[in-house]
């Protein structure tokens, strides 16, 4: 059962604007807002035609609370597919609480967290991963995680589980047919057919699951860690790429004892910078537990910056060099950093010492200090992630909700191929296959539990 009780909400950000918008839908809403509206033509909203916008006042007792603009869409015509009103008012927190109130007053009731977007889904209007793209598009931050969210909330990713959808019912009919004929002892159909299918199917699941890693990179920001020994100029580092004063800076060895973290958007990609303990041999207990994240950082990063100061010579790098490919991720890409140009006049023979003991990774000079080169190392960041090659079109999943939903998916086509391999009957491979299509169910939501919506459209902001 659907819950058609008026909901409304303020669904621009809290706080003083020049405008704001309170939101209503559900059965009656226009009803509803007719009763406090009045238009200076007297014209009524319930006599208005969807997808128009009156201008008029609200009184409470005859007292005038604002004038406002309202628009109307009728069901299905709407975002929720219900019968909703939005009311633009000025944007003192006053006027927006006094209409809420008087909204509440005279019969709708206060929404919950996405109930709006909640409503959309449950009418057929998007179906779950829609939603959740929703939730994506209004915190989305950088142009490669608006472009993703945009894509998932237009269908993009809706789209291919159709295919998948589709493919998987055509292998089941092609069984079923085999089936019928079992009890005449034909020999098995031609499972070619079905091997084929099933293998697209497989190459397609696995591209979306291998998509994950970076559609959650794009998601929460490229993860580089800053590492090295103490005082090399680590948080020095970090203060200049978030262009911020965020971690300590001082010349004691072991300043920073814990991994500091902070996102910035640079030319429409998010990084999510990390600062962390210098690596050292150390008594201090806390130190040390500093230290081991750092080796944890290093391996969770998509990049780590590997931090050597030029004033100090070379003898230690290669100590450093050999911890942290230990500890680097196999898809992470390592930087050398030179740090502290401006303290030495020729930084040539250090980089020459440097090269010799690396593995031909990319070595970058700067001045953390004075920001010399920091230009190049963030072009050199931006290449490393390279979303360029990101098409508009390219379905890209981020959502750890719908990865572990297409990996179980992965899981059972890979049992159908190998059932198909063998001479196992089309009973068993159907089961697999129905599995399967359980999974991506789950996704667009046609299998769901009331739990599993409450979840989702709790963390979605009221007025959604
Ligand atoms: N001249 C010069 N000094 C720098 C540069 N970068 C950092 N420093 C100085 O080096 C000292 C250590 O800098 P931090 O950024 O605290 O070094 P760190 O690597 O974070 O050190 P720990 O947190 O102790 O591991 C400070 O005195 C900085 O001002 C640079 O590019 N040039
Ligand atoms: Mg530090």
Known sequence: MIDESIICAISTAPGTGAIAIIRLSGK????????????PSGKKLRASASHTVHFGSIYEDQQLIDEVL????????SFTGEDSVEISCHGSTYIQQRLLQLLINTGARLALPGEFTQRAFLNGKMDLSQAEAVADLIVSSSA?????????????????????????????????????????????ADRTELRRIASNIETLLN????????????????????????????????NALLREDKAIVSDIAGTT?????????????LFRFIDTAGIRKTEDTVENIGIERTFAKIAQASVVLLLTDLSRGTDTFENYYRQVKEHLS???????????????????????????????????AISAKTGQNLELLIDELL???????????????????HYEALSHALTAIQRVISGLDSPISGEFISQDIRECLHYLGEITGEITTDEVLGNIFKNFCIGK
Do not use: W
């Open 70 to 77: 309202i628009t109307l869409f009728r069901a299905p015509h």
């Open 330 to 364: 196999p898809e992470a890409r390592l930087l050398i950093i030179l740090n502290k140009t401006d303290q030495v006049k020729d930084p040539l023979t250090t980089l020459e010492t440097i090269k010799l003991c690396t593995c031909g990774e990319k070595l970058i």
């Open 383 to 401: 290449s490393t992630v390279n979303l360029n090659n990101l098409n508009s079109g390219d379905v890209i999943v981020s959502n750890i909700r």
């Open 207 to 238: 591209r979306l699951c291998r998509s994950f890693s970076l559609g959650n990179v794009i998601k929460n920001g490229v993860p580089v860690a800053i590492v090295g020994n103490t005082n090399v100029g680590k948080s020095t580092l970090l």
């Open 144 to 188: 490669a995680s608006h472009k993703m969210a945009m894509t998932q909330m237009k269908g993009g990713f809706s789209g291919e589980l159709i295919k998948l959808r589709t493919a998987l019912l055509h292998i089941t009919s092609l069984l079923e047919l085999e089936l019928d004929f079992s009890e005449e002892d034909v020999e098995f």
């Open 257 to 269: 004892r814990d991994a500091i973290e902070d996102t910035i958007n640079l030319n429409g990609v």
């Open 28 to 39: 009656g809403c226009i009803d509803l807002a007719d009763a406090l509206f009045v238009s």
